[in-house]
């Protein structure tokens, strides 16, 4: 079993950056795949970003290509996702998930084992 916990959400103007942290528990942490994904208000969940249990591999949605990194550290079993230029659209509950398959990146939600609570990130214009 591995508990996902987001942190790092908060109200930042348009154009603006922020860094939302994953803490995971467990000790096979290392061997999962995680990725991020947003639900705003009205609308389904959507995948962000992806990386691979070594940090090699990453994948992200076509919306945040150039804007947003995702990485990860093994020895303090954490993820990150640093989000700069910032825009409304942007505005959503960010999920962090873990993908137990140990196999690649996917931005498939049905492919994600164990799910956070989730952080809000709200972009003012």
């Known amino acids: 079993q591995v508990q996902v916990v987001e942190s790092g959400g908060g109200l930042v103007q348009a154009g603006g950056s922020l860094t939302l942290s994953c803490a995971a528990s467990?000790?096979?942490?290392?061997?999962?795949?995680m990725g991020w994904f947003c639900q705003a208000p009205g609308k389904e969940r959507e995948f962000v970003a992806a990386?691979?249990?070594?940090?090699?591999?990453?994948l992200y949605a076509d919306s945040v290509k150039g804007r947003f990194t995702i990485s990860r550290d093994n020895a303090k079993n954490t993820v990150h996702l640093e989000m700069n230029s910032l825009q409304p659209e942007d505005t959503a509950v960010y999920y962090c998930?873990?993908?137990?398959?140990?196999?690649?990146?996917?931005?498939?939600?049905?492919?994600?084992?164990?799910w956070g609570q989730g952080t809000q990130v709200t972009v003012s214009s």
């Open positions: 467990g000790r096979t942490f290392s061997s999962y795949a």
């Open positions: 990386i691979s249990w070594s940090g090699v591999r990453t």
């Open positions: 998930a873990a993908d137990r398959r140990n196999g690649g990146v996917t931005r498939a939600l049905s492919e994600y084992d164990y």
